[in-house]
């Protein structure tokens, strides 16, 4: 069964701290793999996609590595701000061709920065 | 803002009531994605249209339905709803349907089943 599990599944740290977040994935066969970060009450906003031949990704102070072989990602934010407090979420695209109707959405991990 | 509008905002309603959840997509996206995200629980794919076409089905009960229209924009109809409907409901939309084309999310519609 296709499943992403996300840890933690709350972290809290001060503003300032980097922190990373792990995603477990057994999508198979594996196409990408994505990044969201959800505020409160508001739609995921994307924030990185890697194919399954790309190792890093960053996009400002995210940084997500991906190893297609252990099958694991992370998530790394450098120099944390209060408004990184959000949920963020995993996400595997299967690759069995067709829609992209087939995403698979982890849990998310809930991050709070605190000041 | 990603573009893509949802209405209404909020929605309160009883069991057993119907009601019709509106997306419009991006300017010139051509695909639009459902979504159903429970209190703590991970987003759970609906349905897919592309160009008015279903593409995709996923974990969509025989009580809601969906269609996309000739100017691209979306409803999701909820019938003979229950407590467990209750659940902020996403409406997100894609270019075209590439494997790597990135979704765009709607700000959502949070639906209270009383």
């Known amino acids: 069964k296709n499943q992403v599990e996300q840890s933690p599944q709350s972290l809290i740290i001060l503003e300032g701290k980097n922190c990373t977040l792990q995603?477990?994935?057994?999508?198979?066969?594996?196409?990408?793999l994505r990044w969201y970060k959800q505020d409160t009450g508001r739609g995921p906003v994307s924030l990185t996609i890697m194919t399954f031949s790309e190792n890093t990704k960053s996009n400002g102070r995210y940084t997500a590595t991906l190893d297609a072989d252990t099958k694991q990602s992370s998530l790394h934010i450098t120099a944390s701000q209060l408004s990184d407090s959000a949920s963020y979420i995993c996400v595997a695209r299967p690759n069995s061709g067709g829609s992209q109707g087939n995403l698979i959405f982890g849990k998310g991990t809930k991050l709070s920065v605190k000041p | 803002d990603s573009g893509v509008t949802q209405t209404p905002k909020h929605l309160i309603t009883a069991t057993g009531q119907r009601v019709t959840l509106r997306c419009s997509p991006r300017?010139?996206?051509?695909?639009v994605y459902w979504y159903q995200q429970s209190l703590d629980q991970g987003l759970q794919f609906l349905i897919q249209?592309?160009?008015?076409?279903?593409?995709a089905k996923g974990n969509i009960l025989e009580r809601f339905s969906a269609q996309q229209f000739p100017d691209l924009h979306s409803e999701l109809n909820l019938s003979s709803l229950e407590l467990g409907d209750s659940a902020l409901y996403f409406c997100?939309?894609?270019?075209?349907?590439?494997?790597?084309?990135?979704?765009?999310f709607g700000p959502g519609t949070r639906l209270t089943v009383l």
């Open positions: 300017s010139g996206d051509l695909s």
């Open positions: 249209y592309y160009n008015g076409e279903e593409r």
């Open positions: 997100a939309s894609s270019s075209r349907d590439r494997t790597y084309n990135e979704q765009f």
């Open positions: 995603c477990n994935y057994t999508v198979s066969p594996f196409s990408n």
